[in-house]
C-alpha cells in the first residue's frame, strides 16, 4: 500500500503539467489541427487517468489521519520558493514541447515519466508537488519534538497558511522528506 501512495504523491506532482498537455491536445482538436484518432483518443484517457489518481492520491495523503501525532514546531523556515520555480519551469517546457500525437512521442513520454518516477520515489522527492504550492500550501523546513517525547527531530513538511513557532499541531509522518501538518490543536 505504501508504493501505491509513493506512486499516487509521484503523479500528484504532475497534475498541472498532464492538465497543460490535455488542454493542448483538446484545443488542437477543436480547431481541427489533429484528428479524432487511436492515439488522440489514448492521449486524452491516459492523461484523465493519471490527472484523477494523481488528485486522488494528494487527497487522500492530505486527508488520511493514519500516523498523525501532536508536535510541537520549535523552528521553521519557508523555503517553497527554492523548489518550486525550477521544477515548475522544467515540467511547463516538457508539456510544451512534447509532441504526443506521434507514437514515438508517446512512447518517450511514458519512458520519460517511468524514468523520473523512479528517481522521484527511490529518493523521496515528494516535497517537489508544485499541484500543493499551487492549492495554498507552503514548504517548510522545522525542528519539533513529539508531545511527550524530548528528542528533536527535523523534518521538511507541508502547511496551508504561515506556520507558527511553538504551537503544537498534529502532523502526518510520511518520511522526513515529506510530511502534512494539520490545523493547530
Same mark, same amino acid.
Given at each position: 500500500? +505504501? ?11 504532475? &497534475? *498541472? ?8 491536445? &483538446? ?7 489533429? /484528428? ?8 486524452? &484517457? ?5 490527472? &484523477?489518481?494523481?488528485?486522488?492520491? $494528494?487527497?487522500?495523503?492530505?486527508? /488520511?489521519?493514519?500516523?498523525?501525532? +501532536? ?5 521553521? +523556515?519557508?523555503?517553497?520558493? =527554492? ?9 511547463? $517546457?516538457?508539456?510544451? =514541447?512534447? +509532441? ?23 529518493? /523521496?522527492?515528494?516535497?517537489? %508537488? *508544485? $499541484?500543493?504550492? $499551487? ?9 519539533? !519534538?513529539?508531545?511527550? %517525547?524530548? =528528542?528533536?527531530?527535523?523534518? !521538511? ?27 493547530? !490543536?
Amino acid at each position: 500500500m +505504501e508504493k501505491l501512495k509513493d506512486l499516487l504523491l509521484f503523479l500528484s506532482a504532475f &497534475v *498541472p503539467m498532464f492538465v497543460l498537455i490535455l488542454l493542448r491536445l &483538446v484545443i488542437d482538436m477543436i480547431n481541427q489541427n489533429l /484528428s479524432f484518432n487511436v492515439l488522440n483518443t489514448l492521449n486524452m &484517457v491516459t492523461l484523465i487517468l493519471l490527472i &484523477v489518481c494523481g488528485c486522488w492520491g $494528494l487527497y487522500y495523503n492530505i486527508h /488520511s489521519s493514519e500516523g498523525a501525532k +501532536e508536535a510541537i514546531i520549535l523552528s521553521k +523556515e519557508n523555503i517553497t520558493d =527554492q523548489h518550486f520555480l525550477g521544477y515548475f519551469s522544467l515540467f511547463v $517546457l516538457f508539456a510544451l =514541447q512534447l +509532441e504526443l500525437t506521434l507514437v514515438s512521442g508517446y512512447i518517450l513520454f511514458v519512458c520519460i515519466m517511468i524514468f523520473i518516477g523512479i528517481v522521484y520515489i527511490k529518493n /523521496s522527492l515528494f516535497y517537489i %508537488n *508544485p $499541484l500543493l504550492n $499551487l492549492m495554498g500550501y507552503n514548504f517548510y523546513t522545522i525542528t519539533y !519534538k513529539l508531545v511527550g %517525547n524530548s =528528542q528533536l527531530r527535523e523534518a !521538511k513538511m507541508f502547511y496551508k497558511g504561515q506556520l507558527e513557532e511553538n504551537k503544537i499541531y498534529m502532523i502526518k509522518i510520511k518520511n522526513q522528506n515529506f510530511t502534512f501538518i494539520d490545523n493547530k !490543536k
